[in-house]
């Protein structure tokens, strides 16, 4: 069974960094591809990062690009987001996600299996 399981959340000020990982277990990791969600409070659960199963392909919301980055270490079995110059909309809980193949997911049916979330707020 498919197991992820996100850590590094927490409360940090506008303007500062945090880095999320999410290790994974359960399968191969290196052969599928990795995306990293985000919702807030009465709000939708939205894709803010995707990457491929080698990391040589990503894919970044409109809301984060040039902020976030996605890696990951397939030697780890982890995948990576760190978040820059983070302000108070990026608070949400983050949910790390994969799904069925090597390729880039981009939208939210392309995942089917999901981890418990890490809540990140970013103060003003």
């Known amino acids: 069974q498919v197991q992820l399981v996100e850590s590094g959340g927490g409360l940090v000020q506008a303007g500062g960094s945090l880095r999320l990982s999410c290790a994974a277990s359960?399968?191969?990791?290196?052969?599928?591809?990795m995306g990293w969600f985000r919702q807030a409070p009465g709000k939708e659960r939205d894709l803010v990062a995707a990457?491929?199963?080698?990391?040589?392909?990503?894919y970044y919301s409109d809301s984060v690009k040039g902020r976030f980055t996605i890696s990951r270490d397939n030697a780890k079995n982890t995948v990576y987001l760190q978040m820059n110059s983070l302000k108070p909309e990026d608070t949400a809980v983050y949910y790390c996600?994969?799904?069925?193949?090597?390729?880039?997911?981009?939208?939210?049916?392309?995942?089917?299996?999901w981890g418990q979330g890490t809540q990140v707020t970013v103060s003003s």
């Open positions: 359960g399968r191969t990791f290196s052969s599928y591809g």
């Open positions: 990457i491929n199963w080698s990391g040589t392909g990503t």
């Open positions: 996600a994969t799904g069925g193949d090597r390729g880039l997911g981009t939208s939210r049916a392309w995942y089917t299996y």
